[in-house]
């Protein structure tokens, strides 16, 4: 009975073809088990179910609703409305409380002057100078030790929107969280001081996050939260990014409840590859130590209409409230937060399927790195040399190393090719299921491996071998693994995304390790000798009926272990030419309806073994049970950074090569548990394979690329005099342009001829909309320019006698911009071949000053040119903004320009000025009479497919613009 058991359960794992298909289909299900559990099933945890989290969460899923009633940007008075109602939520959770104190930027008037460089363009040139009226609301918690003041930690979100969002997840689920830890921290006071900033115009500049740095409180903090948000808030917050090790692992320390977080995504920010920004990058600039935590899907919903409330649940509410909640409770109630060698290191940090999470130092797997390039070479050519002084290793023919090479190229060329004929044919595809591309791919990639092997099986009479496979990966990721060390030394160790070739390298090394060390520890051959039986090609009924394909017997034992099917005869025993005639010729008796023996080969010579080989017969289980976690935890990987970059390909070039070649060589990794067991795959897989290839190619060469799920983001602006910008894929913004009301009724005659588009696959398209309102409160006045933009010189001394041709140029002017709160001004100098700016100094007088009053205003000096002036201010009905501008004569900065040559206007300043207007309101009263105040706009929500969404271009739907000479 006991014989029977073991024989039936050698026959499950021993290695042949059954038994391998069986276990590579059920590793892959359980990996899509494990991605649907993740990112469908888990979508929407559980709500909490103690009182005091029901409680918090309904209090701020009510301020969810409140504030996100409609969109509320800077440059909008629903941004004000947002403000208001926000201060009297926080002065009524703090009005008992003795240890909270409250702080008001727009009641205290706070505002800044600084220069910045682009923060959504690191490859920007543009030096700007930015004005800014804070309105930012703070709130101080006091903390029980004193000793903690000066290592305070921040929660800070932002409060404002885009204009054509209401903002609920960017950034509304972050501020009412914080909302809500407001209301639990001032009834349970803690050890640490805490500082709340909810923040103001974070969305063109993170404007708020600056101004937090001129407020006394910055000094009380040392760590910060940052909340933010993109799309509509899917799944769950994810930790993009964190500043070092030691705040890594306060993190793991802390969030034991769905801990989710990829420094993957740290390096996308750090090289530059995610184009958005956030407050963090202003906290961090500024030496604190912290968290920036998101939601970061679907980013086709990025700042559009449907970032509202109905878009999103309580469960993602939860989700990010918990998250923060376990990390500030964790970071505030800590007396001492200590510090070790690497705590300033740079981390690298994941989580396995949102239960444990890792965190470590990148110069630890720096070492780590260097440690692994050789050892475990050294260790694998050892094993080799004592296996061949052993006589348990002979060389292989050159072919059968040259045979995995061929196959992999080829398949790969074969996948590239499928990649440029989906490109081809349905670029975006990507952008609707990235997910279904990736797995097409690497269907695709291992059927063209099977058929490929079967090929190179017919010619050589032989399978190609496993541990060759196995040895050649260890090679090729050696110099992976060597490429992304070298990679985390140049970029000062900020390549933390490199930390899964780490686990690549191990897994696969460690496979050809264990090949080696069962070849050392096997027993010795006697005489270095091998028994020798040639099988017939003629396996009769008779001898395929007497054996069961178990190892009841010696005789069977060796038959089974070196089957013509077994490869690892070739690399463990000696040549046949070696043997001793007087080797006794075995009887065999052939399963026929084992599948490993239909590859049974006419007259093939099998080397048999001694009982060793038994134990031999099972080493691939332990090779594949190996591979299978770094798969796991890849695929995962993938499948995180995939859903949150994959619709960036409707934004640049950039991201479009950088996501398809993602895929591409992401679907090559993730075949690796099938590569070196690709001989053991069954011709029913083999086919199945090809049926679903075959399926596949259609499907995504023929499927549209948008709908209403996974649609086209276009970007709007208008021009006051009417003239509507839509940027995007041109194609398709023509076909959404071409079917608007309003142009076919002015173009009729023409449908194609009102729309003026630029070059490219994307790119800007042009036409003539229906007409703005952008001052509701005056009667026509929609087309009067001079009314809405105005440009008063107030003082000039570029022509004044008084002045040196060597002086600086002094200038000031009067912006009158009625109903406003943002302007753009852009320097350069007119008559300058390479239209430069020599602007060097700027002064802004605020809402109480004039140009002559020196006790209210900013200046700012600069030694190098200044690019752009950002005007930012609160008051709408003050109605102007007042400028100093001093910018040198040309001949002190244009070596090529020559004095005998000057006029009078030589040193002329050039000056193109943007105001931008954020309201939207479907409705408004203009003369007694109902009218849309951006009409253009509201048309197109209202007419546009539902696989197009509209987000904004500019600081506001509407800009006017002048541009005038000094």
């Known amino acids: 009975m006991f014989k029977g058991i073991a024989s039936a359960c050698s026959a499950c794992f021993r290695y042949r073809k059954t038994n391998v298909t069986t276990m590579l289909l059920v590793t892959y299900a359980v990996v899509v088990v494990l991605y649907l559990n993740n990112n469908l099933l888990r979508k929407n945890e559980l709500l909490p179910t103690d009182n005091e989290s029901v409680r918090l969460l309904e209090s701020a899923w009510s301020d969810l609703q409140n504030i996100t009633y409609k969109p509320h940007p800077y440059t909008s008075h629903a941004n004000d409305v947002v403000h208001d109602y926000l201060l009297h939520r926080v002065k009524e959770m703090v009005s008992n409380t003795t240890f909270c104190e409250i702080s008001d930027d727009y009641e205290s008037h706070r505002s800044i002057l600084f220069s910045q460089k682009d923060v959504f363009n690191a490859s920007s040139q543009k030096s700007s100078v930015?004005?800014?009226?804070?309105?930012?609301?703070?709130?101080?918690?006091?903390?029980?030790?004193?000793?903690?003041t000066a290592e305070g930690l921040l929660l800070s979100a932002h409060f404002d929107s885009v204009p054509t969002a209401n903002g609920a997840t960017d950034d509304g689920k972050g501020v009412v969280s914080i909302l809500a830890l407001l209301d639990y921290y001032s009834k349970h006071q803690p050890e640490r001081t805490i500082i709340i900033n909810l923040n103001n115009n974070e969305e063109f500049g993170l404007l708020g996050a600056h101004s937090f740095f001129d407020h006394p409180w910055a000094k009380l903090t040392k760590y910060f939260i940052n909340l933010e948000g993109t799309g509509t808030g899917e799944g769950n917050s994810i930790l993009f990014r964190t500043t070092n090790v030691l705040t890594a692992n306060l993190y793991k320390s802390a969030v034991k409840m769905l801990p989710f977080g990829n420094s993957i995504f740290q390096q996308g920010f750090n090289q530059r590859l995610i184009h958005s920004e956030t407050d963090y990058k202003v906290y961090e600039a500024n030496g604190l130590l912290g968290w920036d935590i998101a939601f970061y899907k679907p980013r086709s919903l990025y700042h559009t209409a449907r970032d509202n409330i109905q878009s999103t649940s309580r469960s993602a509410l939860w989700n990010m409230l918990s998250t923060t909640w376990q990390l500030s409770n964790h970071v505030s109630n800590i007396h001492t937060i200590k510090e070790n060698d690497n705590s300033k290191d740079p981390a690298i940090f994941f989580d396995i399927y949102r239960t444990i999470f890792f965190a470590f130092s990148a110069k630890w797997l720096f070492v780590v790195n260097i440690l692994l390039l050789i050892i475990f070479p050294l260790l694998s050519l050892s094993l080799n040399v004592l296996a061949r002084k052993r006589n348990m290793l002979v060389s292989a023919p050159i072919f059968s190393w040259l045979e995995f090479p061929i196959i992999v190229s080829f398949s790969?060329?074969?996948?590239?090719?499928?990649?440029?004929?989906?490109?081809?044919?349905?670029?975006?595809?990507?952008?609707?299921?990235?997910?279904?591309?990736?797995l097409f791919f690497v269907v695709q990639y291992n059927f063209v491996n099977l058929i490929l092997a079967q090929v190179l099986k017919l010619i050589t009479k032989k399978n190609v071998l496993k541990d060759i496979i196995f040895i050649e990966l260890m090679i090729l990721s050696w110099f992976f693994l060597l490429g992304s060390t070298v990679m985390l030394k140049l970029t000062n160790f900020k390549s933390t995304g490199v930390y899964p070739i780490t686990g690549v390298f191990i897994s696969i090394s460690f496979t050809v390790l264990i090949h080696g060390i069962l070849l050392l520890f096997s027993p010795r051959k006697n005489?270095?000798?091998?028994?020798?039986?040639?099988?017939?090609?003629?396996?009769?009924?008779?001898?395929?009926?007497?054996?069961?394909?178990?190892?009841?017997?010696?005789?069977?034992?060796?038959?089974?272990?070196?089957?013509?099917?077994?490869?690892?005869?070739?690399?463990?025993?000696?040549?046949?030419?070696?043997?001793?005639?007087?080797a006794p010729l075995l009887s065999v008796s052939n399963d026929t309806n084992d599948d490993d023996n239909i590859d049974s080969i006419q007259d093939h010579i099998v080397i048999v073994p001694d009982e060793s080989g038994i134990a031999k017969h099972y080493e691939w289980l332990l090779q594949f049970l190996i591979l299978v976690p770094i798969t796991f935890i890849f695929f995962q990987a993938v499948v995180d950074c995939l859903s949150g970059l994959n619709q960036t390909v409707?934004?640049?070039?950039?991201?479009?090569?950088l996501v398809y070649s993602g895929i591409i060589w992401c679907s090559v990794i993730l075949s690796l548990l099938v590569l070196p067991f690709m001989s053991k795959i069954g011709g029913r897989v083999t086919a199945l394979l090809f049926g679903v290839c075959l399926v596949s190619a259609i499907y995504f060469t023929t499927i549209e690329s948008f709908d209403w799920g996974t649609p086209l983001k276009v970007r709007f602006s208008q021009n006051i005099n009417g003239t509507v910008e839509i940027t995007g894929r041109i194609d398709m913004v023509k076909e959404l342009i071409f079917d608007l009301p309003s142009y076919k009724r002015e173009n009729f005659a023409n449908i194609k001829g009102g729309v003026t588009c630029s070059y490219g696959d994307i790119g800007v398209c042009y036409y003539k909309g229906m007409l703005p309102t952008v001052l509701p409160y005056k009667d026509n006045i929609s087309n009067n320019r001079s009314e809405i933009l105005s440009v008063d010189i107030v003082d000039n001394d570029r022509l004044s006698p008084d002045r040196s041709k060597y002086a600086p140029i002094n200038a000031d002017i009067r912006i009158n911009v009625p109903n406003n709160r943002a302007c753009v001004i852009s320097f350069n100098s007119t008559n300058s071949p390479s239209a430069v700016s020599a602007v060097r100094k700027i002064t802004v007088f605020n809402e109480y000053s004039n140009a002559t009053d020196s006790g209210k205003k900013l200046t700012y000096k600069s030694k190098n040119d200044i690019n752009e002036l950002q005007l930012h201010k609160l008051n709408f009905t003050s109605g102007s903004y007042v400028i100093g501008i001093q910018w040198f004569p040309r001949l002190l900065w244009d070596k090529q320009f020559k004095t005998s040559h000057a006029s009078n206007s030589e040193d002329s300043l050039g000056l193109n000025i943007k105001c931008f207007w954020g309201?939207?309101?479907?409705?408004?009263?203009?003369?007694?009479?109902?009218?849309?105040?951006?009409?253009?706009?509201?048309?197109?929500?209202?007419?546009?497919?539902?696989?197009?969404?509209?987000?904004?271009?500019?600081?506001?739907?509407v800009v006017a613009d002048q541009y005038i000479e000094l």
Do not use: W
């Open 130 to 148: 930015i004005y800014f009226e804070s309105s930012n609301i703070l709130v101080k918690i006091q903390g029980k030790n004193d000793k903690s």
């Open 412 to 438: 790969i060329f074969l996948l590239i090719v499928m990649e440029k004929d989906v490109i081809k044919k349905n670029p975006y595809i990507v952008s609707h299921s990235f997910i279904g591309l990736l």
């Open 527 to 582: 005489n270095g000798h091998n028994f020798l039986k040639t099988i017939p090609n003629a396996s009769t009924n008779e001898s395929a009926n007497s054996n069961d394909g178990g190892y009841g017997t010696r005789e069977e034992s060796n038959i089974q272990a070196t089957s013509p099917d077994n490869e690892d005869c070739i690399l463990e025993h000696e040549s046949v030419s070696n043997i001793d005639e007087r």
């Open 650 to 657: 409707q934004e640049s070039d950039d991201s479009f090569n």
């Open 919 to 957: 309201d939207y309101e479907s409705d408004t009263l203009v003369g007694g009479s109902r009218t849309h105040m951006i009409p253009a706009y509201e048309e197109l929500l209202d007419y546009a497919p539902l696989k197009y969404t509209i987000t904004n271009k500019e600081k506001g739907l």
